[in-house]
Nanobody, 129 residues
Framework: QLQLVESGGGLVQPGGSLRLSCTAS????????IGWFRQAPGKEREGVSC???????????NYADFVKDRFTISRDNTKNTVYLQMNSLKPEDTAVYYC???????????????????WGQGTQVTVSS
C-alpha cells in the first residue's frame, strides 16, 4: 500500500520560510494527485494545497485562500517527491502538516479531499518568536 512520509518541519520565526517534502517508497508518486493538509491543536484537519500528476490532461495546482501567494506546491519526479514551499509564515500556520493522495474532478482538477487511510505521521511546523 502507498505510504507517504512527510519531512522538513521545524521551528521558524514569523515571516520565515520552510520547505516540506512528501516522499514515497516503492511507488511512483507521479501516479497520484497529492495534497497537503494541516491540523492545528484543537482544530479539524484542513486542506492546504494540491497538485495533479504531471501526466494529467490538465496539470494543475490548487490552494486554500489562507495560503495563496505564500505557499507553493511542486513536484520533482527525479526525486519522487512533492514539496510545499512555505514563505511569509504566520503563527496561525502552526500545525502538523500531512500529505496524502487526493481526489480529482471529471475535469482533472485536484481537490483538497484526501483518500481515506493514507495518513502518515506528519511533520510539525511551529511559527513563533
Amino acid at each position: 500500500q502507498l505510504q507517504l512520509v512527510e519531512s522538513g518541519g521545524g521551528l521558524v520565526q514569523p515571516g520565515g520560510s520552510l520547505r516540506l517534502s512528501c516522499t514515497a517508497s516503492g511507488f511512483n508518486l507521479d501516479n497520484y494527485a497529492i495534497g497537503w493538509f494541516r491540523q492545528a491543536p484543537g482544530k479539524e484537519r484542513e486542506g492546504v494545497s494540491c497538485i495533479t500528476s504531471t501526466t494529467s490532461s490538465n496539470y494543475n495546482t490548487n490552494y486554500a485562500d489562507f495560503v495563496k501567494d505564500r505557499f507553493t506546491i511542486s513536484r520533482d519526479n527525479t526525486k519522487n517527491t512533492v514539496y510545499l514551499q512555505m514563505n511569509s509564515l504566520k503563527p496561525e500556520d502552526t500545525a502538523v502538516y500531512y500529505c496524502a493522495p487526493v481526489l480529482i474532478t471529471v475535469q482533472a482538477m485536484c481537490v483538497m479531499k484526501a483518500y481515506p487511510g493514507y495518513w502518515g505521521q506528519g511533520t510539525q511546523v511551529t511559527v513563533s518568536s
